[in-house]
């Protein structure tokens, strides 16, 4: 089982960057897909973006297409999300997750995912 501890989020204004890191402590990290999701107040949470295993394929949800760029660094355990341009609408707690099955391409629901972090508040403000 991985322990997965985000980092990154803070209050931003509308147009910024953040970048949001997710750190593995565990040794399956390398040999399986992860992904971000985000969960608004009184929203369900939703898939964001994922990575394959290999990192070769991603996957994003329509909304932040061009926008966020996942990506991962086996070497440091540590998987990313890239965010430009935020929204207002980005506003949300987010969460990065590991894929329950090694080896898969990249996964979008979360019943796919069985190893959560704790979540970080990103606020984008108008």
């Known amino acids: 089982q991985v322990s997965l501890a985000e980092s990154g989020g803070e209050l931003v204004q509308a147009g910024g960057s953040l970048r949001l890191s997710c750190a593995a402590f565990?040794?399956?990290?390398?040999?399986?897909?992860m992904g971000w999701f985000r969960q608004a107040p009184g929203k369900e949470r939703e898939f964001v973006a994922g990575?394959?295993?290999?990192?070769?394929?991603?996957r994003y949800t329509d909304s932040v297409k061009g926008r966020f760029t996942i990506s991962r660094d086996d070497s440091k355990n540590t998987l990313y999300l890239q965010m430009n341009s935020l929204k207002p609408e980005d506003t949300a707690v987010y969460y990065c997750?590991?894929?329950?099955?090694?080896?898969?391409?990249?996964?979008?629901?979360?019943?796919?995912?069985?190893?959560w972090g704790q979540g970080i508040q990103v606020t984008v403000s108008s």
């Open positions: 990575i394959s295993w290999t990192g070769a394929s991603t």
């Open positions: 565990g040794d399956t990290f390398s040999t399986h897909g």
């Open positions: 997750a590991q894929a329950e099955i090694p080896y898969r391409p990249t996964v979008v629901a979360t019943t796919d995912y069985n190893s």
